[in-house]
């Protein structure tokens, strides 16, 4: 061991992180041998039918390896930093953590804070990247590992690796997928410490991420088929996507793009090849659906008990009633 390295055994390394994408990152670094003095995660949230307080993926994982949790509303105080301060950690490591970290926690670890971001920088800055890529038809994705600055996804890069993106993945697959190498590759990272060489991220090609708002849900059907097809796929699990025709909401799951032509959102057939909707281009064939307070169904199973009218036609986003 040399001077400048310090061993998995020894290095002391922090996490901050919450949902799923960021436990499958713990997981590795706790796999690979290295301490975890803390983590810290967001605080816990109201989540399900009955709206209990339920804790992240990340704080459930570093309490069944009986690793400290901090869940501070902010960081913005030495006070709100004084766990994370005591537990002196070498390096912290940042994944989907949700918030923002001050000047003061980026200076704190010696070797920095080390950011697990699920796009090519500088790519899909921003909280949304997964959703992002598939909705704007990317042919790939990937990770970079990223030296955190106070800008928003702005720092140097470390490694960046590229993942396909198929053509019928869903954000919910390809998520997965990204989790599982956002995982090797900050291993890697970590046993490569302090030898990697930090890359300026490129000028060109920056774009941003916003977030997922629910509105977004409700297709617009004056858009065309393809890019209606591929919204769909990136709001898969959430939020879905949506459409309503008769005072009747449904969410749509899977669906393909075709040719063929009508007044966007009037339905051209409801049958067991699917429910074929017109677009602004083309002709939207949705597969998989669901009615409210349902589950997910093959369309010719919902048509059975969901009988809709040929000529009908789906509301535009401005036309929706009040929610």
């Avoid at 069944?64 to 901090?70: C, K, L, S």
């Avoid at 599982?180 to 490129?202: C, F, K, N, T």
Wanted: aromatic content about 4%; hydrophobic content about 45%.
């Amino acid at each position: 061991m040399t001077p400048d390295r310090i061993h998995s055994s020894t290095m002391k390394v922090a996490f901050a992180g919450t949902p799923e994408f960021a436990a499958v990152a713990l997981e590795a670094i706790l796999a690979a041998g290295y301490s975890v003095p803390i983590v810290l995660t967001q605080p816990d949230r109201p989540a399900g039918r009955g709206m209990r307080l339920q804790a992240s993926p990340v704080k459930t994982l570093a309490l069944a390896h009986g690793i400290p949790v901090d869940q501070p509303e902010r960081l913005r105080t030495s006070e709100q930093r004084a766990a994370l301060a005591a537990a002196a950690p070498d390096v912290l490591v940042v994944a989907a953590y949700g918030l923002i970290l001050p000047q003061a926690v980026l200076d704190l670890p010696p070797r920095g804070c080390l950011n697990i971001h699920a796009s090519l920088l500088p790519r899909w800055r921003g909280a949304a990247p997964i959703h992002r890529a598939i909705e704007a038809g990317d042919s790939q994705t990937g990770i970079t590992i990223m030296q955190m600055d106070a800008g928003l996804d702005t720092g140097p890069m470390l490694l960046r690796r590229a993942l396909a993106i198929a053509a019928d993945d869903t954000t919910g697959r390809l998520h997965d997928r990204l989790g599982q190498l956002g995982g090797r590759m900050i291993v890697e990272a970590l046993a490569a410490l302090p030898g990697l060489s930090p890359e300026p991220q490129p000028q060109d090609g920056v774009t941003y991420a916003a977030k997922i708002s629910r509105a977004e849900a409700f297709l617009d059907w004056r858009r065309p088929a393809v890019e209606l097809e591929r919204r769909i796929r990136a709001f898969d699990p959430f939020p879905g996507a949506v459409g309503v025709v008769d005072g009747l909401t449904l969410k749509f799951w899977s669906a393909r793009a075709e040719s063929g032509w009508g007044e966007p959102g009037t339905i051209l057939g409801a049958d067991e090849a699917g429910l074929r909707l017109a677009c602004g281009e083309g002709v939207l064939t949705i597969t998989v659906g669901q009615r409210p307070g349902g589950r997910r169904q093959p369309i010719a199973e919902l048509l059975k008990t969901l009988p809709l009218s040929l000529g009908a036609r789906f509301c535009l986003p401005e036309n929706l009633p009040p929610h």
